[in-house]
């Protein structure tokens, strides 16, 4: 069955750091590729999502993911993280259905 | 305001009480989804529809049931809840089911089952 993995469960960062938030899914085929935020008190947001085409994507509030096919991940990275991105960031795969990861909480102090 | 609704915010629910979890869309999207939330799972679906009178299982269907009777509307209902359906429960819908569509989310509703 598919899969996804985030390898990061609870990472803390302070203010003006980089984060980069790893994330592998199982299948092989065609798949699209999506991260989710879900901030403090709120609902599910889309950040960005890959379909086809560049695999650099960007996102809103200046996330980036990089889609690697031949290592099955999609990473998402921020050059410098601000206080406010603290949420819970999810992975997802849809290959006819939503397959979300574990999901990673991020913690930055100011 | 288009988006998802859904209703109750939070319900405490004692074990064994009958419980159904309302969804509305506003954005006449075909298919719509109920996930549950628990602390490193991460989401899991529930079930499913793809359109406006089916339905299907998702990866954790047992316990719950839901219907489609129009495209507006998908309750989930806890026939008889137990303590180990506590947990967040989030609504989603996408404008066509299938791999390349995007699905957007309600607002969760926090339900406890003692």
């Known amino acids: 069955a598919q899969s996804v993995s985030q390898h990061n469960h609870h990472v803390i960062l302070s203010e003006a750091a980089s984060l980069e938030l790893g994330c592998n899914y199982s299948y092989g085929g065609t798949v699209n590729l999506f991260w989710y935020v879900q901030y403090p008190g709120q609902h599910l947001q889309l950040l960005l999502k890959y379909f086809s085409g560049d695999p650099l994507v960007k996102g809103i509030k200046g996330f980036e993911a990089e889609f690697i096919k031949s290592k099955f991940s999609f990473n998402l990275r921020k050059p410098s993280v601000q206080w406010s991105d603290t949420a819970e960031y999810f992975c997802?795969?849809?290959?006819?259905?939503?397959?979300f990861g574990q999901g990673t909480t991020l913690q930055v102090k100011p | 305001i288009a988006g998802i609704t859904q209703a109750p915010t939070s319900q405490i629910l004692a074990a064994g009480r009958r419980m159904t979890l309302r969804c509305t869309q506003d954005?006449?999207?075909?298919?719509m989804y109920w996930y549950r939330q628990d602390l490193g799972l991460g989401l899991r679906l529930i079930h499913y529809?793809?359109?406006?009178?089916?339905?299907g299982k998702g990866e954790v269907p047992d316990g719950y049931s839901v219907s489609r009777a129009n495209t507006d509307d998908f309750p989930l209902t806890l026939a008889s809840a137990v303590p180990s359906q506590t947990s967040v429960y989030f609504c989603?819908?996408?404008?066509?089911?299938?791999?390349?569509?995007?699905?957007?989310f309600g607002p969760g509703t926090r339900l406890t089952v003692l």
């Open positions: 529809s793809n359109t406006a009178g089916t339905t």
């Open positions: 989603a819908s996408s404008l066509l089911a299938g791999q390349g569509n995007e699905q957007f």
């Open positions: 997802a795969v849809n290959q006819g259905k939503l397959i």
């Open positions: 954005m006449r999207h075909n298919a």
